[in-house]
Every structure is written in C-alpha cells, then in structure tokens.
C-alpha cells in the first residue's frame, strides 16, 4: 500500500495543533488526516529537524577547532621566528642544530603549562607530560609545513641548521687554539701554572680564563662588535688586599679571586695575551671569515623566517589549504 504524504497545509496543521497540546484523535477530527499518517508524518519531521539541528551544531564546532587549529599553526610559527636566532653563548657541550630544534619544541609554545600543570604528577608521569607536548608541537609543525608547501622556503631551516652546526665545529677549533695558545705562554714562565692555580680560589683557574675568553669573544664577533686591542679582563680590588679577575667593563663578572694582587695581574694579562693572539694571528681568519661567515648566514636565515612566519603572511595560506591535522 502506497504510503500517503501530507501536503505543506496538512503537516502545518498537524504541527500546530500537536504544539497546542492536541491529542491524535483530535487532530484527526480536525484535520481529516488519518491519527496514524498524522503521528507518523509529525514524527518523520521531528527526525529531520534533530538531523538538521546536529548537521548545524557540527558545522559550528567544526568551525571552531578549524580556528584552533590555524591560531595554533600561526602561534607555533610565530614561535619560531621570534626564539631561533644567533644564541648568545656557546656552551662547552653546545647542542647541535637537531638539539635546538628539539628543544624548542620543549617549551610552553601554546601556553599549555600552567604552573600547577606538572606539579600534578611526579617522575615519569611529568615526563610523560612533557613528551606528549613536544610530539604536539613537532606534529603542529609538520602540519605547518604541509599548509605551506610550495608557498614558502623552508630549506631556509636547512640553512640556519647547516651554518649552525658549523659555527659549533669552528668554536670546538677556536676553543682547541685557545688552548694550545694558553699552553704556550704558561711555557714561557716556569711555575706560573701552578702559581696561578694554586693562588686562585679555584683549580681549574686556566680553563676558566680559556672559557671566560671564548664567552666574551663570541658575542663580539656576534655583534661585530670585535677590537682585538680591547683588553678582555681587567684587576678589579677585593676585600683584605685580594684581588679579583673579571671582564673588562662588565659589572658583576667576577670569575678568579686571588689573594695576590700581582697574580691576578699577571692571570688577567696572561688572558688578555691570549686573547690578542687569537685575534691577531693564526687564527684570525677561523674568526674573521669562517665564524662571521656562519652568523651571517644564520642571521640572513632568521631573517627570512620572520618575514615568512609572520601571521599576515601564514593565515590567508593556511586558510586556503589543508592537512591531515585539518577539522573536517
């Protein structure tokens, strides 16, 4: 048997007078439509109003995580731009260019740690934590570089990475040269090795004057900022007659302390020679060229991704394609 359909006026009036509250045999009375065919028609259209209604409400939260998703993208590469760069220091143990990608990854990129968020675990759980973090951002990252394929240089990264860890062998040679420079004048006067480890408050008075030298030196270079007449340490007077060691022109930077003051005379020239040397001799084209050459070329690299990865130039993108991260 053929189903039988309302006409518009029918299920108007069907719905209508079941809002008002009307039972099945009333609207039968009053409308001429079977009680059955008017209850079957009034609950085909409640189905597709609750249909209609949770089409819509996805279409809404699907709009709002796509908009996560891009404020997320934009944050991360913002990010980026604004934490890689030239570091300020170059540690004896410096991470390699993978190390300090992954460690930006490490960091409150989205804000997701509040600072009761890791408190609420313990060992392995805030490890857990913290991974679980690190592969969203590398995964945000990936999906970053998916949007912008085509549309943006990103062996630009592959550039900064490359000058990066060439700048860390030719520190690893500087700080090799340093050394052997060291070594050289403290030949030069029997005992003044000892005299002056044994006269400083600390053992390793020498490879501190070396690491010392090589701090202050590296963001001058980075700076272009580099005078290979302008002394490194100066004698800065302690308490009692001592006499410390510091960085010439900087407050706070006391590194030796030596209860002679002709010592820490002769610590701070010994340092100040060295520094010369490296700066004037054999390895001035190490600093001059190579080294500058790297910063250079990490500089111009920094450059042209805060230009890329600046939010004006990422949303209209990512907005007109897609990833596999994409809401649907």
């Known amino acids: 048997m053929k189903k039988r359909l309302l006409s518009d006026n029918e299920l108007n009036q069907v719905l209508r007078l079941k809002q008002a509250g009307a039972s099945w045999l009333k609207i039968q009375r009053e409308t001429g439509v079977p009680r059955r065919i008017a209850k079957r028609a009034h609950d085909d259209w409640q189905r597709r109003q609750s249909l209609a209604e949770l089409k819509e409400s996805r279409r809404a939260v ?44 490490q960091a409150n990129v989205l804000g997701e740690l509040q600072d009761h968020s890791l408190r609420e675990f313990s060992g392995s ?67 003044l090795e000892n005299k002056i480890k044994n006269g400083s408050c600390k053992g390793d008075a020498i490879t501190q004057i070396v690491e010392t030298l090589l701090g202050t030196i590296w963001p001058r270079i980075r700076d272009d900022k580099l005078d ?24 706070n930077s006391n590194f030796l302390t030596f209860v002679d003051r002709d010592l820490a005379e002769k610590a701070a020239r010994l340092g100040n020679r ?24 990490m500089r111009r690299a920094t450059e042209e991704l805060a230009d890329m990865l600046n939010p004006l130039v990422l949303r209209p993108i990512i907005l007109r394609t897609r990833c596999e991260l994409c809401p649907a």
């Open 62 to 105: 699907a709009a709002e995580a796509f908009r996560e998703h891009v404020d997320s993208l934009i944050r991360l590469g913002t990010f980026l731009a604004m934490h890689l760069d030239v570091p300020a220091a170059v540690p004896t143990e410096a991470p390699n260019s993978a190390q300090v990608l992954d460690g930006l990854w």
């Open 125 to 191: 759980g805030a490890e857990r934590e913290r991974r679980s973090i690190t592969r969203q951002h590398q995964m945000l990252f990936q999906s970053l570089q998916d949007h912008t394929r085509g549309e943006l240089r990103w062996e630009v990264l592959k550039e900064w990475e490359s000058a990066w860890d060439n700048c860390r062998h030719l520190y690893n040679e500087l700080r090799k040269e340093a050394t052997s420079v060291m070594r050289n004048f403290l030949n030069q006067e029997q005992g």
């Open 228 to 251: 290979p007449h302008r002394d490194v340490f100066e004698v800065i007077a302690g308490p009692g007659g001592s006499a410390h060691v510091a960085v010439a022109g900087v407050g």
């Open 274 to 297: 060295v520094a010369k040397n490296l700066l004037l001799g054999e390895s001035k084209d190490l600093i001059e060229k190579s080294l500058r050459g790297c910063i250079s070329a």
